[in-house]
């Protein structure tokens, strides 16, 4: 049984291969999509106005850093239109995981993102996994539960989230 929300519904189906992307870090330096091939990546579409992405971002850093030995890779995009938002946000959250910027307009689009957060996993082939609609705190513990089982994490899998949702 899924929760709500951590359905992929509506949105770039699981088992799909994720749609590619070069989008640059805040300093400039563009990152691809194919370039993390052979690892776990978690993609999120986040904007600073968003209330649950503002929430999730805490969550990320955590999750980053649990599962960073076994290869996972953070990327949060973001969609904003107002840069000056986005830089004032990271300047308070400052996040350990890697934050891109959406140049283009055509990276949420590619990804059917509708929704604020929506957030992907993404196998080491490049396939969708698990798709991730808004943040709601109530569902981290086992949205970061079947992260840890998709990453074959057997022992983070059955205590995952006992810190994830503080």
Known sequence: MLLIGLTPAQALDAGAV???FILPTR????VSLQSLRGHYVYVDFWAS???PCRQSFPWMDQLQARHAARGLKVLAINIDT???AAHQF???AAPAFTVLFNGSAYTPGNYEVDTMPTAFLIDPAGKVVLVRRSFRRSEAEELARRIAVALGDVEVAATAGSSASR
């Open 27 to 30: 300093d400039g330096v563009p």
């Open 49 to 51: 106005w968003c209330a």
């Open 82 to 84: 107002d840069a000056v």
């Open 90 to 92: 990271l300047d308070q």
């Open 18 to 20: 994720a749609p590619g």
